[in-house]
């Protein structure tokens, strides 16, 4: 896997997340170029099916940041997101993606420092979990122990 | 004019799809003046040498989905002799319950079927599994998907009047303008077949047919339908119910949730859906009320095997995760 650079969409909360990522590359804190930010109004914005997406359109990882819980301009937004997130995060690991390439993070907007650290291990996972691909399904404990008998 | 001729045959799957193409009340009486069954194994005992004979079929309604190696020959033999190819229902539309098969990785049972000692007969030579359950649909070209498990009677007796080119009585008509997409509605009234690729049902989700009171209100916990609930009256997701119905295609008219059941989910995604396990996340997450991280932890804990029940029907097919070209 020399040559397997990865794709990570950042869905960035407007008011937070995106705002740490400006100031990142303002004070120019070193980090690895492999995201594509897409800027939202809010984490709780992000539809499940968006992450979806990205991930059958050839993403390698999906990273959702936005405030602090009660941080959120729009009251909950976030809790929304925390909601959504779990679950997808749930019906994800079913389906066979490895855990690790969905993240869901609060980065303040004076957190440029965390933003840049949650980006480098995101890559850094990425980088070893390797390419996304068609998830190959879950070997079904209860299938196997039924064949062992 | 003379009759048409039908073939009906099933694959993998439970042959309630052609028990649903004979439950069509009293139509079922004018079925025979409309068309002549030529192969139809489970009515008619036909064999395969039955289906050699014959050279060019008018329509023919496949059912189940394609998990062997015969299988699939034989949706390509019936595809190559049919003017028309209908997949009926959701396994051959949409893969079905057997496509949750997929699922899985090859490990326990399958392999060791697989990897068995010759069977009990050696003259007798096995099917080949696939890699993969598949829809028909994702075999051969189909002309019409008839979805559902099993197709309610309505959009069978409407799909078997719009193929066979006869157009319907009143009653008939006024349910398809009604219910179904508008170029099925015209295909009956004139006679003529419906333009290739239309599937008998409606545009929009279940929830625009469902009789129940949506009121905004949250679920504390999760229920499942043999627990206490309200059968009549609330929405099913406000009450904690797993219920499809935002993410599943209209045209049965509501009739589980009318009941008091959750929708399963049986006539696919709509058009306007794109991952009906994404959308189901989304409407579910947005109907609990939980704050705390523990407490969301709490309830999503109580969702069980959500791949299974948000792609009930429709894993092979409509799963955007597991339909992923291969990056070139």
Sequence with gaps: ?149 | MPKKTIAVHTATGCRTCELALLDIHYQVQRLHRLADIVYWPYLLGSQHTDLARLDAIDVCFFAGAVRTSGERRMAEQLRAKSRLLVALGACAGFGGMPGLANLVKETGPLQAAKSADAPLDPTLELPALEPQVASLTQVVAVDYVVPGCPPTQNLVWSALQAVLGEAGSQAHLSYAAGRLPKKVAQAMASGVPPPRGTVFAGEKAVCASCSRVKEQKRFESVKRPYQAYESTGRCLLEQGLVCSGIATREGCGGLCTGAGIPCRGCFGKPEAVYDPGAKMVAAISSTFDAEKPQKIDAVVEQFLDLAGTFYRYTLPTQCALLNIQEKG
């Design chain 1, 1 to 149: 896997m020399s040559g397997f650079e990865p794709k990570i969409i950042a869905f960035l909360c407007n008011w937070c997340s995106y705002v740490a990522a400006d100031a990142a590359g303002v004070s120019r804190l070193a980090q690895q170029p492999n995201v594509r930010v897409i800027r939202v109004f809010c984490s709780g914005m992000v539809d499940p099916g968006y992450v979806v997406k990205a991930f059958a359109s050839g993403a390698d990882g999906v990273l959702v940041a936005g405030c602090h819980p009660g941080d959120c301009h729009y009251i909950a937004g976030n809790i929304k997101a925390l909601r959504r997130a779990r679950l997808l995060e749930k019906l994800l690991h079913e389906l066979g993606v490895e855990k690790g390439r969905f993240r869901l993070e609060w980065i303040a907007a004076s957190e440029s420092p965390r933003y840049v650290q949650v980006i480098n291990t995101m890559c850094d996972e990425i980088r070893r979990l390797g390419p996304f691909a068609k998830p190959a399904g879950q070997a079904d404990p209860a299938v196997s122990v039924a064949s062992q008998t």
